[in-house]
């Protein structure tokens, strides 16, 4: 099986008259595979995806489907997430290069280190991290239930938040509290333009400005909401602007217009001038054929080492619960 993967995807030429999306649909049936898909995924993956949906709703996806195989058209420590939860079931990402910038911004090693030096305080990790970090943790956290598992701890009780600074900022601010926070960050959210962001606005000044916890402080300061991906897109569906600057990764557009043929949507550029939009480059690498021969060949498969799985998934199945008895 080996040999199958170069580069970390499957290494077979795709016949190119072939009509990918049928024959993707037909090895789906065949094999009883589904494919979860986030919304920084390009359009053509979204639209044969069986289920679309921010970490938290993957997660929850991943926890709960029949399917025998689980075809993760996302990141890594998204799939790996999936087969902690679902440890019978094969589960494939189509290309194992398709990392996180935020997950390796924090490091196993160094954040033992940092965790030993606050010996009264429980950790709450950002689900964008790796299984060594989640087997760390005392529970896993999502954008969208953060703040909800930040406050189901004591207002006494000391907390580290890890891996994103940008959202640990953030959840202080808006919880009261002062929790120390591993200086982790997103390549993608750190790098849009307050400059370019103020300048759109002037030239739009109808539009609202929305924008992903994981943005720097700068940028959150001048949104009119905050919130995950599944919050932006579900807050441009139920508030009456027509249009809007999105800061946060450009995959989200797809469901935003289609959900809202009426409305434009601008994307938040970047500080580098010659590009208008803003894309993740790990989300990026999983295309239609990565995924036709994913599924075709099985490959590649994900696997969780049985020395850290019981640790790692501990704390996600305590943000399941929690989210789950909160209803979320
Ligand atoms: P959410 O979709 O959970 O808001 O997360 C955004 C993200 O950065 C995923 O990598
Ligand atoms: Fe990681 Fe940022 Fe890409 Fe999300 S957008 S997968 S946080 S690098």
Redesign the pocket.
Known sequence: MNDLILNGYVNKPVDKSLDLVAEIEKLKKEKDAIILA???QLPEIQDIADFIG???ALSQQAAKTKAQIIVFAG?HFMAETAKLLSPDKKVLLPDLMAG?SLADSCPADDFFAFKAKYPEHKVVSYI?CTNEIKALSDVIC???NAVQIVNSFPKDQPLIFAPDKNLGDYINKISGRNMVVWPGA?HVHKRFSVSRIVQLKKDHPEAKIIA?P?CEKDVLILADHIG???SLLQFTKTDDSKTYIIATETGILHQMTKANLQKTFIPAPPDDATCACNDCSFMKLISLEKIYNSLKYEAPEIHVDASIREKALAPVQRMLDISAKLGL
């Open positions: 986030h919304y920084y921010d970490s938290l990141v996180c964008n999502t954008s969208s997103c992903h994981e995950s991906t599944s």
